[in-house]
T-cell receptor, first 113, second 108 residues
Framework: EAGVTQSPTHLIKTRGQQATLRCSPI?????VYWYQQALGLGLQFLLW???????NRGNFPPRFSGRQFPNYSSELNVNALELEDSALYLC????????????FGDGTRLSIL | QKEVEQNSGPLSVPEGAIASLNCTYS??????FFWYRQYSGKSPELIMS????GDKEDGRFTAQLNKASQYVSLLIRDSQPSDSATYLC????????FGAGTRLTVKP
């Protein structure tokens, strides 16, 4: 069974640019979650999508946005990139519902120069 | 008060010992509880799920849940150097909230 896949593995951008990160969930999973993990810090919840709808959002500015497609894949968009956006961005998927265990992809490392 | 709190460590135990990792949470409505292991530079890996009070064992791992005390723990028996990692506690009232993690080092 294929796991959660994320692309790209690494992404280098400059301040002010826009970044798009992509995630494909495990087959059968309809929920997708996005997290930010800055170097040496814990996981910060960004967004939760389930069945194509945004279900919850963490304490991040509106320039962090995303969507979920009909095939349950998802993308995270970060506009007006700032230096502090440099982090590992992790996507996780689960079966529908808020109490299911989440399975993580390998992440996208976003570096802002 | 943080939603999910863990001792940051580092916790160091000798090979073969029992490692005990603790976690407290603030939301009494929490229904599901998870432990993840994260090796440096890697993504978190689910190692245990627990939903009801008591103990749940899986190989060398035992998760313990006490909802009245809002406390969940992970015991690792016969600790191995390969267990050296950061262990994340996650609690799910409506969406997942992670603790900051406890760094465990198992010394040969």
């Amino acid at each position: 069974e294929a796991g959660v896949t994320q692309s790209p593995t690494h992404l280098i951008k400059t301040r002010g640019q826009q970044a798009t990160l992509r995630c494909s969930p495990i087959s059968g999973h309809t929920s997708v979650y996005w997290y930010q993990q800055a170097l040496g810090l814990g996981l910060q919840f960004l967004l939760w999508y389930d069945e194509g709808e945004e279900r919850n959002r963490g304490n991040f500015p509106p320039r962090f946005s995303g969507r979920q497609f009909p095939n349950y894949s998802s993308e995270l968009n970060v506009n007006a990139l700032e230096l502090e956006d440099s982090a590992l961005y992790l996507c996780a998927s689960s079966f529908s519902g808020g109490n299911q265990p989440q399975h993580f992809g390998d992440g996208t490392r976003l570096s802002i120069l | 008060q943080k939603e999910v709190e863990q001792n940051s460590g580092p916790l160091s135990v000798p090979e073969g010992a029992i490692a005990s990792l603790n976690c407290t949470y603030s939301d009494r409505g929490s229904q599901s509880f998870f432990w993840y292991r994260q090796y440096s530079g890697k993504s978190p890996e689910l190692i245990m799920s627990i939903y009801s009070n008591g103990d749940k064992e899986d190989g060398r791992f035992t998760a313990q849940l006490n909802k009245a005390s809002q406390y969940v723990s992970l015991l690792i028996r016969d600790s191995q150097p390969s267990d050296s990692a950061t262990y994340l506690c996650a609690v799910n009232p409506h969406d997942m909230r992670f603790g900051a993690g406890t760094r465990l080092t198992v010394k040969p």
